[in-house]
């Protein structure tokens, strides 16, 4: 891409006039910067950093100075929306199925995201991350987003991935724990399936767009409501071995749905909210609050419980938090 082009996309400013007037790639990793690239530049660190790695040009909007003659120095104004600009400008001469989705099905879909018939890309939720793979991006491949105004912003008129499921079509359901279930679903029967019922309409959506090719297994490393089982001394022991267990979330977008299923669904056990910082739909006498994963255990210590609802910390530091043997094997 010509400099000159660059600038007029993004509506920079030019500062000084370097004899290279093209960039290749676009990058926002200082340490992955190669000759030729332009570097998106936010901590003057960084950007020393991408100059040595080869850097042709920088965006920025703080206030650097400019310590290479020899590379071409933009300023913007807005740093997000000069990004957002490049990247709409890029996907603007592709022909590509986009979608936005639910956080649960956006997880979910990463699972299975290399086993589709064409490339999938995922965008979360930050613009910068657009750039791991936008170069990569060709015609006919597929762009899924959870962040449904970011998409927006960079290839208007995606489509919603999830459809409405038709109840009748899901038979014979029968739940073999909060996170083990078996059904039929248009004639075709799923056993014994590493999922909670909450998500089963996540799981349909991605089974039907793959095409009914889905590696059912591949469900065990969901971690939306999955269970970390302990055992008395509160270490974790293989899946459904224990009446006690640990479910943990840091997706405020799916805290309270989990919450409300599990007190219909588990409403006769005893369950304790721990979390980072308060959560403002539940009383406080139901819930205790941490600010370290290292005050997990000690205070488990304290309360007679099945199953405990951990807010802010994910699965895998909950679960090295609890373990003492580095030899237990697991699966993430």
Do not use: W
Not at 275 to 302: C, T
């Amino acid at each position: 891409m010509k400099i000159s082009s660059l600038i007029d996309i993004v509506d920079g400013e030019l500062l000084n006039s370097p004899s290279i007037s093209f960039i290749n790639s676009i990058k926002t990793d200082a340490k992955k910067v190669k000759t030729s690239d332009l570097f998106i530049a936010k901590k003057i660190e960084d950007l020393e950093i991408a100059i040595e790695n080869g850097a042709y040009a920088v965006i920025y909007e703080d206030n650097f100075p400019i310590i290479d003659k020899e590379v071409a120095f933009i300023k913007v104004k807005n740093l997000e929306l000069a990004l957002i600009k490049i990247a709409r400008f890029k996907l603007s001469i592709l022909k590509i199925d986009s979608y936005y989705c639910e956080d649960q099905t956006f997880d979910m879909i990463k699972l299975y995201q290399n086993s589709y018939k064409k490339p999938i890309f995922l965008i979360s939720k930050n613009i910068e991350k657009v750039f791991k793979f936008i170069d990569d991006i060709k015609n006919g491949d597929i762009l899924i987003s959870k962040n449904q105004k970011l998409l927006d912003t960079i290839y208007p008129n995606s489509k919603k991935f999830e459809k409405n499921i038709d109840k009748n079509d899901i038979k014979n359901l029968i739940k073999h724990s909060l996170f083990e279930l078996s059904f039929s679903y248009k004639d075709i029967f799923f056993s014994k399936l590493r999922l909670s019922k909450l998500y089963i309409n996540s799981f349909i959506n991605i089974y039907n767009f793959f095409e009914k090719d889905l590696d059912v297994s591949k469900l065990k490393l969901y971690q939306n409501f999955k269970a970390i089982f302990i055992d008395k001394n509160f270490e974790p022991i293989e899946s459904g071995k224990s009446n006690s267990f640990i479910i943990c979330q840091v997706n405020e977008n799916l805290i309270q749905n989990e919450i409300h299923y599990l007190k219909d669904e588990f409403k006769y056990a005893k369950t304790i909210f721990i979390s980072k910082s308060k959560i403002s739909y539940l009383k406080e006498s139901e819930q205790k609050i941490i600010k370290n994963i290292k005050e997990l255990k000690p205070i488990l210590k304290n309360y007679n419980f099945n199953c405990i609802y951990l807010v802010g910390f994910t699965y895998k530091e909950s679960f090295e938090a609890l373990q003492n043997s580095q030899n237990f094997k697991t699966l993430f």
